[in-house]
């Protein structure tokens, strides 16, 4: 083919990129500079010009949406002289290619041939459930800081073995429980998101064969979002491309959103110094904002420290002045939101284009009645996900068990649902049995009947459940996908509990499950999963995948999502709602250092998705989490340039002047009648200095949560604890 497509539509520095001998590349460079456009030519570049096979290539994007995006854009470029499927080639996120991986090599992972993806939910409920099977203390070992610690450490590449307790009993605790979590979840053949990274990591330290084999193949390794990746990505990464592979990373260190999930931005220092003579290369020019839009986030993002610095300009116009909408409250907000959409649509624009962007998920639900009543339809990405609703997961539990009956987690989901009259104790008994003998619920169920350990109603309860499981997988095992998940809804139960439910909730379950039949018939088994039953690939994909989006909409409609889910994206039209002190940059943030800057880059991902038009939003005063709470506008609508920003009035309503002098300290919340107030700064006798984030109840009753410099954030009784008001 021409080389001059393939380098067509890129400036002289990403030519540079694109074209550039075999090797190791950081490309470093701010939003909207073309970083995912240099990765994709890059990869068409090695195919057409270098002669390197398809198959020896393998590109990390952070979606499994963005990685399907790239597949098409490569082939279509490529195909513009033959058309051609690039099958050989490995795309996808860090956890969709090291669960390949682990598929592949299932025996020297040491998994069962049928393991299942354990999802975050169900990780906590398995936890829940193992610290009270093991006596602990729910306060001192609550389930949600087990996870937390598991996945860190998990993240950090280390076993239960491998973790210095440092001689301290609560560490000990900790390992220990890791271990029990870890003990169960290996016996159910279940791996958790964290597990398939570390996993896939100790396939490779393990196996030197497999090892040496894919990096004779992996010759070509590309990763996106580089600055996002964790210390097990990385060594994988390192691991993988030995010393003979050739990386390339692109990557911005202004971008760095994921540190209180375990990311590291030191990571793209780290790629400088171990890889090869790796070269930077830096990419300056924006092509997607207007100048008013450029220049706020450039000015926006100068006040972080430690940068490693990059310009960026643009040749486009400088556009419209970014709007500031000062609602009155959450619900102003939203009519605002939704009457600026009706508004573009009216002027011929696409709602697709239209983008509303939030700091935390709960902020959604306003929106969208807002949006509802509008009639504008909307699409969430991320929140509450289609595979995540209850009444999904019910199902899914059922299809689960069907591939592998020792699946723990599943087991307990279904197990009475609908109910069957099997108690607690009944229950007790089997976790009692899997804890002592090492075996699954599955595993328990059979030996309490076998050795008569049980109740006769209980028995009998339980052996027809086990009696359901069997005839259910007995009986779909030759149907198509769709059929056994529609035979398995209907045939479980599922379908008659949820048709009894009343009201508009059971009718939406209902009106789920059947989605939930037509995303299996619709279910294109892709092609890494030749090897996998339809149902294992399908259960793959809804643990993997298909978080990132709500089922079907095929209207075009609002997009609406985190501000964390917007990375790497691009609309024409985008609203960042909430932009308050206290909700962004979050109250949490302003007690750790270094956690303001991660949400100052988190303000830049969101005004750099926008490439025409943006509004900033915040609301005066705002219901969340069921408090009605003042507050001031956030102090990074304080750190755009004047020039570049202009107060939204609408006709007809008065909206108070934007007022910039009050920005940027704490907001002041009406005095509780206990004389307390949030942004209260106060002293502890043992947490040393805090915050006041929350004020609970009244009088004797009056509770405080506190964020403390360095020591976390708790709750406190207000007359017991003693505090000093600062
Ligand atoms: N040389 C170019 N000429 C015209 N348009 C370009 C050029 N390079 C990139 N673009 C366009 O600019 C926009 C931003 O590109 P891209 O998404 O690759 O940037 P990015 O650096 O990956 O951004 P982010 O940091 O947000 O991930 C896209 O619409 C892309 O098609
Ligand atoms: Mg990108």
């Known amino acids: ?66 990685a399907a995006e790239m597949r098409q854009r490569i082939e279509s470029t490529l195909s513009q002289h033959s058309s051609r499927r690039l099958f050989g080639m490995w795309v996808g996120t860090f956890h969709s290619i090291a669960h390949r991986l682990l598929r592949a090599h299932y025996l020297d992972a040491n998994l069962p ?28 070992f609550p389930a949600k800081q087990a996870c937390w610690y598991i996945n860190n450490k998990k993240d950090d590449g280390l076993r239960p073995h491998q973790i210095d307790d440092n001689n301290d009993k609560q560490e000990r605790e900790w390992i220990n429980i890791y271990r029990i979590y870890q003990d169960t979840c290996d016996r159910a053949g279940l791996v958790d998101f964290a597990e398939i990274l570390l996993r896939a990591y100790e396939l490779f330290l393990k196996k030197p064969v497999i090892l040496q084999r894919y990096r004779q193949r992996f010759q070509q390794i590309l990763v996106d979002e580089f600055q996002d990746t964790n210390k097990i990505q990385y060594a994988w990464i390192r691991l993988l491309a030995g010393e003979t592979g050739n990386v390339m990373i692109v990557g911005d260190d202004d971008q760095s959103i994921y540190g209180w999930r375990g990311a590291q931005v030191e990571n793209i220092q780290r790629f400088l110094d171990d890889f090869h003579k790796a070269k930077t290369i830096r990419l300056e020019q924006n092509y997607r904002s207007t100048g008013n839009i450029l220049q706020s986030a450039n000015q926006l993002i100068s006040n972080n420290s430690n940068r490693l610095g990059k310009d960026l300009w643009t040749e486009g116009d400088k556009g419209e002045p970014v709007g500031i909408y000062a609602a009155f409250n959450e619900l102003d907000e939203a009519l605002f939101v939704s009457s600026q959409i009706k508004i573009w649509q009216e002027d011929g624009g696409e709602l697709n284009d239209c983008a509303v962007l939030y700091r935390s998920n709960s902020q959604s639900r306003v929106i969208e009645e807002a949006l509802i009543r509008a009639q504008i339809p909307y699409r969430i990405y991320g929140g509450m996900r289609f595979f995540e609703r209850q009444e999904i997961k019910d199902a899914l539990a059922y299809l689960r068990l069907i591939a592998n009956r020792q699946d723990d987690a599943a087991f307990e989901r279904v197990i009475n649902t609908p109910t069957r009259g099997i108690g607690d104790r009944t229950l007790d008994v089997l ?225 108070r002047a934007y007022n910039q002098s009050a920005v940027g300290s704490v907001k002041i919340s009406p005095l509780n009648d206990s004389g307390w107030k949030t942004g209260q700064k106060v002293k502890h006798g043992k947490f040393g200095t805090g915050t006041v984030i929350n004020v609970e109840g009244s009088d004797n009753n009056t509770r405080l949560q506190i964020a403390f410099q360095g020591q976390g954030i708790k709750w406190l009784i207000a007359h017991l604890a003693n505090l000093e008001k600062l």
């Not at 190791?24 to 990765?39: E, I, M, Q, W």
């Not at 993806?117 to 602990?136: C, F, G, M, V």
């Not at 086990?466 to 479980?492: G, R, Y």
């Open 1 to 66: 083919m021409d080389i001059s497509e393939l380098l067509d539509g890129l400036n002289d520095k990403q030519r540079e990129a694109v074209a550039a001998p075999l090797g190791n590349y950081l490309v470093l460079a701010g939003a909207g500079s073309g970083k995912t456009r240099v990765l994709t030519h890059r990869i068409a570049w090695l195919i057409a010009v270098e002669g390197i096979s398809e198959g020896s290539i393998m590109a990390v994007t952070f979606t499994n949406k963005a």
């Open 431 to 655: 976790r009692n049995l899997t804890r002592e003998r090492e075996i699954t619920l599955w595993q328990a169920t059979q030996l309490a009947i076998g050795e008569n350990k049980l109740a006769g109603r209980s028995a009998t309860a339980l052996l027809r459940f086990c009696e359901l499981i069997n005839s259910l997988a007995q009986e779909t095992e030759e149907m198509p996908l769709f059929a056994q998940t529609d035979f398995v809804i209907k045939h479980s139960g599922l379908y008659e509990m949820y048709k009894q439910e009343k009201g508009e909730k059971g009718e939406v379950r209902i009106e789920n499950l059947e989605e939930l039949v037509s995303a299996t018939r619709e279910f294109i088994k892709p092609d890494d999963a030749e090897d996998m039953s339809d149902l294992s690939a399908f259960l793959t994909h809804a643990s993997l995948e298909a978080g990132e989006e709500q089922a079907s909409p095929h209207q075009s409609c609002v997009q609406m999502m985190t501000l964390h889910s917007a990375k790497g994206l691009e609309f024409p039209r985008v609203f960042m709602v909430g932009v308050e002190e206290g909700l962004f940059p979050s109250f949490m943030s302003l007690e750790e250092p270094g956690r303001l800057e991660e949400e100052r880059r988190l303000a830049y991902v969101g005004i750099t998705r926008a490439k025409q038009k943006l509004t900033i939003c915040y609301a005066e005063s705002r219901r969340l989490y069921g408090k009605e709470e003042r507050h001031i506008p956030s102090r990074f609508i304080n750190e755009l340039p004047q020039e570049c920003i202009q107060a939204v009035r609408l006709r007809g309503t008065v909206t």
């Open 113 to 140: 041939q049928d393991f299942q993806i354990l999802d975050s939910e169900d990780q906590l409920r398995l936890l829940k459930r193992l610290l009270k099977l093991h006596n602990y203390d729910e306060k001192m």
